[in-house]
């Protein structure tokens, strides 16, 4: 990835933010390659002091930056696509849309121009390079693809899937970050009650959840394989899993993912 190229980010908001916190992290790009917009720039001024470039001007940052962002939320999506459309370069410019449910065919309809547009749905942990990223798009050999898979390779996990499979993404990667960040703070509840002080609790309950997703991530392992290596006869593992099951937490969760992806499936309307 050439680092003299620059980025504009196209909606300052939480994921827009992370992608600019995570692309620093990661030496990819010095901040000041890096336009951020928002309509109140007054809410991100402190990106602008660590030197950011910050404007409420979705054209000036476009005109100035290669790679476009867009992270805006669904129901702002097309009014933006057809602001910046006059200044989208086909020879210059790739746009990569974070926004759950437009379709590629879609945001080129509405853009006009044969411009590279590539899906990406990272979550909130891009922010410390720990983020899951599923990419799609209009073909899996598309060189488009593979600059923002170097992107986001650079801040996280990526795994390029077709096309239809991004709302599941979305449910399972950008919310799941909600669900799993929810069982660790049940789990530090429950150390809460059988005898730990809460910020004793929730860092023992961080850490272990860390290290599980590690051990699958790094071992490559499968789950009720890492299970099975605590869980001995008549133990105390068992046991609590046994009740955790009998109250639905495993139902709940993939009730949970099936939910958050009809919602997802809803969220994008096209005029």
Same mark, same amino acid.
């Given at each position: 990835?050439?680092?003299?190229?620059?980025? =504009?980010?196209?909606?300052? *908001?939480?994921?827009?933010?992370?992608?600019?916190?995570?692309?620093?992290?990661?030496?990819?790009?010095?901040?000041?390659?890096?336009?951020?917009? &928002? +309509?109140?720039?007054?809410?991100?001024?402190?990106?602008?002091?660590?030197?950011?470039?910050?404007?409420?001007?979705?054209?000036? =940052?476009? +005109?100035?930056?290669? %790679?476009?962002? %867009? =992270?805006?939320?669904?129901?702002?999506?097309?009014?933006?696509?057809?602001?910046?459309?006059?200044?989208?370069?086909? *020879?210059? $410019?790739?746009?990569?849309?974070? @926004?759950?449910?437009?379709?590629?065919? #879609?945001?080129?309809?509405?853009?006009?121009?044969? !411009?590279?547009?590539?899906?990406?749905?990272?979550?909130?942990?891009?922010?410390? &390079?720990?983020?899951?990223?599923?990419?799609?798009?209009?073909?899996?050999?598309?060189?488009?693809?593979?600059?923002? +898979?170097?992107?986001?390779?650079?801040?996280?996990?990526?795994?390029?899937?077709?096309?239809?499979?991004?709302?599941?993404?979305?449910?399972?990667?950008?919310?799941?970050?909600?669900?799993?960040? &929810?069982? !660790? &703070?049940?789990?530090?509840?429950?150390?809460?009650?059988? *005898?730990? $002080?809460?910020?004793?609790?929730?860092?023992?309950?961080?850490?272990?959840?860390?290290?599980? =997703?590690?051990?699958?991530?790094?071992?490559?392992? $499968?789950?009720?394989?890492?299970?099975? +290596? @605590?869980?001995?006869?008549?133990?105390?593992?068992?046991?609590?899993?046994?009740?955790?099951?009998?109250?639905?937490?495993?139902?709940?969760?993939?009730?949970? #993912? @099936?939910?958050?992806?009809?919602?997802?499936?809803?969220?994008?309307? @096209?005029?």
């Amino acid at each position: 990835m050439d680092s003299e190229k620059k980025v =504009a980010i196209l909606g300052g *908001g939480n994921i827009g933010l992370a992608i600019a916190d995570g692309l620093i992290s990661s030496n990819l790009f010095p901040a000041n390659n890096i336009y951020i917009t &928002r +309509k109140k720039i007054e809410l991100i001024k402190t990106y602008s002091d660590k030197g950011y470039v910050v404007t409420k001007d979705n054209i000036l =940052a476009v +005109k100035n930056s290669e %790679v476009i962002v %867009v =992270a805006v939320q669904p129901q702002q999506l097309n009014e933006l696509l057809q602001e910046i459309a006059p200044v989208l370069d086909e *020879g210059k $410019h790739i746009l990569i849309s974070v @926004v759950s449910g437009a379709s590629i065919k #879609i945001m080129k309809q509405l853009i006009g121009k044969e !411009i590279p547009v590539i899906r990406a749905m990272p979550n909130t942990a891009i922010a410390i &390079r720990e983020s899951m990223t599923c990419l799609s798009g209009e073909n899996k050999t598309d060189d488009s693809l593979d600059i923002a +898979k170097k992107i986001f390779d650079s801040v996280g996990q990526t795994l390029i899937i077709d096309e239809e499979l991004m709302i599941p993404a979305t449910a399972l990667c950008a919310c799941g970050i909600a669900f799993f960040l &929810r069982a !660790i &703070r049940a789990a530090s509840q429950g150390g809460i009650e059988i *005898g730990f $002080h809460s910020e004793e609790a929730l860092l023992m309950a961080a850490q272990t959840a860390k290290g599980a =997703a590690s051990l699958l991530v790094n071992m490559e392992s $499968h789950p009720e394989g890492e299970v099975d +290596k @605590v869980t001995t006869p008549r133990g105390c593992t068992i046991s609590g899993l046994n009740q955790m099951e009998h109250y639905g937490f495993s139902s709940a969760m993939i009730r949970g #993912i @099936v939910t958050s992806a009809e919602k997802a499936a809803k969220l994008y309307k @096209v005029d």
